[in-house]
């Protein structure tokens, strides 16, 4: 027997919202990583490993707050979504 199309739309939008805060966790994980490294150069690579470093970390830098921004915000919208959808459900089974 199949399922309700809204409860199969709101287990998407959780697994979506799972693996999307799952994902910003590892990616915080391995920043914290190429910090530890970029240390390593920096302390070890002179004037140069310094400049290496600081370009780096700044590229880097760009792209990961440029997907948190995103990812946030689609953090948020999903849930919104999730809760209108929570919220129709509770209703459709008040009606009944």
């Not at 994902?23 to 400049?51: N, W």
């Not at 921004?69 to 009944?96: C, D, N, P, Q, W």
């Amino acid at each position: 027997m199949p399922e309700a199309p809204l409860t199969i739309v709101f287990e998407m939008v959780a697994t979506i919202i799972s693996n999307t805060i799952g994902t910003l966790g590892k990616i915080a994980s391995l920043f914290g990583k190429l910090l530890e490294s970029l240390g390593v150069v920096s302390t070890y690579g002179g004037t140069i490993g310094l400049v290496v470093s600081v370009l780096v970390l700044a590229i880097v830098g760009y792209f990961l707050a440029k997907f948190f921004l995103g990812s946030g915000k689609t953090i948020i919208i999903l849930t919104i979504v999730g809760l209108v959808l929570f919220f129709l459900a509770v209703m459709g089974i008040m009606v009944y």
